[in-house]
Nanobody
Framework: QVQLVESGGGSVQAGGSLRLSCAAS????????MGWFRQAPGNEREGVAA?????????YYDDSVKGRFTISRDDAKNTLYLQMNSLKAEDTAMYYC????????????????????WGQGTQVTVSS
């Protein structure tokens, strides 16, 4: 099993920045693909970004966050990050960390049903 714990959420004004962290423990070798998802009230959970530790560490982003968010991971610390800049009100959501034991797939990374392990989430609120 892999346990994931998110942190770093909070309230910020539009245009501001936040950095989310996701600490992994347990069988961390089973987190070859790690992703960030978000879910606003009344909406489906959507993929924000993902990063693979195999195949050169490929990264994937949803179009809505390209150029503003950066996903990264520190394997020595078993920690995943999401640097969020130029935040907008529409970024307000609960943000979740997820992992799969195989490397990310371009056609699958954004589907929440593909992931095996999930954290409990951290709230991000952006006021305009």
């Amino acid at each position: 099993q892999v346990q994931l714990v998110e942190s770093g959420g909070g309230s910020v004004q539009a245009g501001g920045s936040l950095r989310l962290s996701c600490a992994a423990s347990g069988y961390t070798y089973r987190s070859a693909c790690m992703g960030w998802f978000r879910q606003a009230p009344g909406n489906e959970r959507e993929g924000v970004a993902a990063i693979s530790t195999v195949g050169g560490g490929s990264t994937y982003y949803d179009d809505s966050v390209k150029g503003r968010f950066t996903i990264s991971r520190d394997d020595a610390k078993n920690t995943l990050y999401l640097q969020m800049n130029s935040l907008k009100a529409e970024d307000t959501a609960m943000y979740y960390c997820a992992a799969h034991y195989v490397g990310c797939r371009a056609a699958l990374w954004s589907y929440s049903t593909w992931y095996v392990y999930w954290g409990q989430g951290t709230q991000v609120t952006v006021s305009s």
